[in-house]
């Protein structure tokens, strides 16, 4: 049921309308009516005091495997929404990485059913680029977007040629519909499991160059610039496909970007002892790398940060280094390592905020990520303080391998609202 | 940042700062290699009695797992093994189980349950002995007879312990490794014991496609000349060159690579007079190296197999002694 909500005394940060302030939170009918002062009439079905907490837009994920339908041994869209909203976050947008592969409405269709059923966090596919990922044939990218597809990606696999990929930006530049890029060459990062570097030299794993990012990047921005398509380069992970990025946006493509957690995080050292936790993709790079991305973050360069959260079973991670699946469950940790990059300094907490809320909102064109008066009432409400550890046991995404087990942080999100319903209790979850 | 691991790799060693497990180089300090190379000097000796065998590992089980074919290493460390006194498992993984679709981990477990007390692993994925010895088996000492791209450790010490019968010390050698250091667990292992042990200069020589990244940070001095790269070294060590390589476009063909890096009397001839040559085996005759300095009176290849049952016993016997104290050390906590 989605009632009057009155949000006392918290501290309001949302980035789409440069506010951070302490006030109240109107909702009613499920959109945000005032912030302030109380609407005439206003008679909250229920009053949450927020003193000493964050009140924040839901936020958004611009990337988040969910796997279903196909790969319900490592998670479902029931448990991963529900790992979400704990995590705080209200809209998620899924890869195509499904078995059968999202390239019809049928499949779109089923999420979207399977999402209704689990009633959490609002999921939004993103569909095939080319027929089963194969990288030859054209997807039915108008019966995606009509089926609620926001956008259309290829993920990490390759086309035909060159010819496929100018066609593909071609044709869903004429539908009005993103691609979203996962900028890697095939042939330079084939086999390769961690970033090409001293690290993987001394231990003989097989690198991924950074140019096996950087020339893709590259390519990318002159077809878009070619064909005027509108592009979204998810997951950077190099200090110099930022600034090929920032030189396009100053020439005014229309291309946005993301960095996934991890590589704001961790460089390829912690991997020294073959510890199957960082295996991702993209690999973490070098310090430089980190300290681009994170300014990139900071200057706006970079729209948003995606989770990229990938859970996976136990056997997933269970071999040797390049044997194990890439991807790290950590959709429910994003916040408290967003507000530890804060509290260090790395991170301005504006630039961040913006980056989970209206950043990635405007890359999916949406009005969501805000607390403007009439959008959705899609809320986060965070204790910045709290200390918690991480364990097995209290992380709901079915994917336990995260890097953080075991290991105390701060901030958690105790309430999260959709739509003016409260989706997320942790008072009612830790009964 | 949160530190995940400690500077010294402290997974193969015990709480007394002793071997439990022998997984790589990186991480030991020189007195570990000091204490490998001594310990295997006095089984020299044991090779060369009538009865050759010492009673350390008796009632002890040594499973040698061999997920990629060799001949003399396997052979060696069953030997090693067995002049121990232990009783040895060879498995030959190509027939057992993990190709009926049993995971490695699952194999591994059903060995420990039959209390197996060391593996002997060779796995073409590196990194996989450290993934055996922290996540599957911890209970069991595990050696690294040689993972993917990455270590080889006892070849190396068997090097270490050759070049110390003919040089007599580290200090001030000059030592050349020449060949495909990209492909090499070998030559890595290699370089990290010279280094340790203090060797004047570690060299590499070979060109850019047979080179890993970032190489000259691993302690080396770069030659893509073997004329430069040559001069006055007391050691030569030739790698092996797989014949896959020429597929990669990493080299052009045989012919090309012996006339530019292949081991030729001429070449020779560069290094100080009493310089020796040395080659893990197998040997590519004509390929890496010449058959007359193969078989040269410079060639040390020969004292290398024998000084790898020593090594091998050795690196046995202190990684048994050293898993079996952590585990009383443990019990005794408890």
Redesign the interface.
Known sequence: MSGRILIKGGRIIDPSQSLDTQSDLYIADGEVVAIGAAPADFNADMMIEAAGSWVTPGLVDLCAYLREPGYEHKASIASESLAAVKGGFTTLCCPPATSPVNDTAAVTNLIYDQALTAGKAKILPIGALTKGLAGEQLSEMHALREAGCVGVSNLRYPFRDNQVMKRCLEYACSQDITIFVCPEDYALAKDGCVH???T??????S?I?AIAETMAVAQWLILAEETEARIHLGQLSCAKSVELVADAKRRGLKVTCDVALANL??TDA?I?????AFHVRPPLRREEDRKALLKGVNDGVIDAICSHHQPHES?AK??????TRSGMSVIELVLPQIIALTTSGELRLDAAMRALTTGPAQVLELSTGSLQIGSAADVALIDPTEKWLVTESNLVSKGKNCP?LD?EVVGLAYKTIVEGRVVYDRALMME | ??S??DEL?P?QLNRFQHLRHFLTI?GLSRKHLTDILDTADTFIEVGSRSIKKVPLLRGKTVANLFFEASTRTRTTFELAAKRLSADVLNINITTSATSKGE???DMLRNLEAMAVDMFVVR?A????P??IA???TPRVSVINAG?????HPTQAMLDMLTIRQHKHKFEGLKVAIVGDILHS?VA?SQIQALNLLGAEEVRVIAPDTLL????D??GVKVFSSMKEGMRDVDVVIMLRLQKERMEGALLPSEQEFFRLYGLSQDKLALAKPDAIVMHPGPINRGVEIESAVADGPQSVILNQVTNGIAVRMAVMSMAMSGQIAELTADEEVA
């Open positions: 090409e570097g001293a993987s030299g001394l231990l003989g794993l690198g160059p995080i961790y912690v020294k002892d073959f510890n199957p056997a269970l071999a040797p280094f390049a044997e953080w290991t | 940042m949160p995940i691991d790799s997974l990186e995971s490695l981990s796995h994925q590196s990194g996989a450290h993934f922290k996540s599957v993972d993917g791209r990455h270590a667990r890595r890993p990244p970032y190489v940070q691993f």
